[in-house]
């Protein structure tokens, strides 16, 4: 079945990095965008940014311009988002999720999201 | 930069009708898409492009969008329907989200 597969939850110190990954099965992982949203223990859903898992571009949130970097492995259909110069604030789940179709639309498969906690 | 509002929480009671709004200007011009989310697990899509339900999600839940409002309806409410609801659009190549509404059945 068409799943996303996000790798195991994170301990970082802040001023540290931390990469995601988000591993597709079940579909052409080339044919659909990955995004990635965060999510804050009881806050909302916050979106990161998009990445075209054929050509490698990307498109971030404006919060996260120079920090944020999201790659991928086409090889093993795997995506990547990598979050720089951590700090308390980013503790939060992290979820990729496949849009529906293609470009600016819903995101119809999630990840189970991994937990990312920032602490000295 | 776009904001989308909800109301904070919904109550319904079980078998009624619940409706959640979400608020931008000019929203009725843009596709809304609705996301159930139950406590630790990730969200699921409940509704897009305003009224367009997946594959596998009950035809309960329905969604429209007009003016500055888009609005999911949840028919015949359920227990297993209480959980957070978030609307989504695109605007500027960015995605947003609204803040999320929690909806207690009663």
């Known amino acids: 079945q068409v799943q996303l597969v996000q790798s195991g939850a994170e301990v970082k110190k802040p001023g540290a990095s931390v990469k995601v990954s988000c591993k597709a099965s079940?579909?052409?992982?080339?044919?659909?965008?990955i995004n990635w949203v965060r999510q804050a223990t009881g806050q909302g859903l916050e979106w990161m940014g998009w990445?075209?898992?054929?050509?490698?571009?990307?498109g971030y949130a404006q919060k996260f311009q120079g920090r944020v970097t999201m790659t991928r492995n086409t090889s093993i259909s795997t995506a990547y988002m990598e979050l720089s110069s951590l700090r308390s604030e980013d503790t939060a789940v992290y979820y990729c999720?496949?849009?529906?179709?293609?470009?600016?639309?819903?995101?119809?498969?999630w990840g189970q999201g991994t937990m990312v906690t920032v602490s000295s | 930069s776009y904001e989308l509002t909800q109301p904070l929480s919904v109550s319904v009671a079980l078998g009624q009708t619940a409706r959640i709004t979400c608020g931008g200007n000019?929203?009725?011009?843009?596709?809304v898409h609705w996301y159930q989310q139950k406590p630790g697990q990730a969200p699921v899509l409940v509704i897009y492009?305003?009224?367009n339900r997946p594959s596998g999600i009950p035809e309960r839940f329905s969604g429209s969008n007009s003016g500055n409002t888009a609005t999911l309806t949840i028919s015949r409410a359920q227990a297993g329907d209480e959980a957070d609801y978030y609307c989504?659009?695109?605007?500027?190549?960015?995605?947003?989200f609204g803040g999320g509404t929690k909806l207690t059945v009663l």
């Open positions: 999720a496949r849009v529906y179709d293609y470009g600016e639309d819903a995101f119809d498969i």
């Open positions: 079940g579909y052409t992982f080339t044919s659909y965008d």
């Open positions: 990445m075209n898992p054929n050509s490698g571009n990307t």
């Open positions: 000019n929203i009725g011009s843009k596709n």
């Open positions: 492009r305003d009224s």
């Open positions: 989504q659009v695109w605007d500027s190549s960015t995605s947003k």
